[in-house]
């Protein structure tokens, strides 16, 4: 299992910790099950691993992996029962809200990179 915080490539980190459970991220070209559904990334939480393609741009990619997360904290939160048939549509207006924030605001990404004092 990778740590927290390696790196897997130049971009992406090797693992992410997600309420105590570390999360494998493994980056390459869409299995069969991907390509199937259609989807650029997926979550195994038996294996606690999130699978990104790579075929996509890098935008795309860097969103699928926050996407998933926002899965791992809804699963863990239980909010994945409470919105039931609508977890995924929650989950991707989070998405692209976050991902529109981290990326309009470098600064606030920098500020959980500071040790506190």
């Not at 989807?39 to 195994?44: E, G, P």
Request: charged share 20%.
């Amino acid at each position: 299992m990778a740590d927290p915080g390696q790196i897997v490539n130049q971009r992406f980190p090797a693992s992410i910790r997600v309420a105590g459970l570390t999360y494998t991220v493994r980056l390459g070209a869409a299995n069969d099950l991907l390509r199937a559904k259609n989807i650029a990334a997926l979550t195994s939480f038996r294996e606690l691993t999130i699978d990104i393609q790579t075929e996509r741009v890098f935008a795309c990619q860097r969103a699928s992996l926050l996407h998933e997360i926002l899965h791992c904290v809804t699963s863990h939160t239980n909010l994945d029962t409470a919105w039931g048939d609508h977890e995924e549509d929650y989950v991707e207006r989070l998405e692209n809200a976050l991902d529109m924030v981290l990326a309009d605001n470098p600064s606030l990404v920098r500020l959980y990179l500071v040790e506190q004092s």
